[in-house]
């Protein structure tokens, strides 16, 4: 049934929207001039301090990059699970 409707031009409102916010997300990635290697990189190194104070949901994790009046900004989302003893750093 979804391959008819696709075949049909008839797709869910939710494509559409992730089809909108992969575009808003090249597009600010461009304004940047960060390419999605290096977000990758930063989000790696913002993971491994942030792992040396708290333990984090790595599958809930997203880190992004946002226009925010005329301004880029990086924004990360990271749920921690539990705070590191002091011993364990």
């Known amino acids: 049934m979804d391959f008819l409707a696709r075949l049909l031009g008839r797709e869910s409102p939710g494509s559409k929207n992730v089809a909108k916010e ?15 290697q290096l977000l990758q990189l930063l ?10 104070y708290m333990e984090i949901d790595d599958k809930g994790l997203e880190v992004s990059l946002e226009h925010v009046d ?10 921690i699970r539990k705070m590191k003893r002091a011993a364990n750093i």
């Open 70 to 79: 005329k301004q880029v900004a990086l924004v990360a989302n990271i749920p």
């Open 43 to 52: 989000k790696n190194e913002i993971v491994e301090v942030i792992s040396k």
């Open 22 to 36: 992969r575009l808003r997300l090249v597009l600010i990635h461009d304004r940047a001039d960060i390419s999605p």
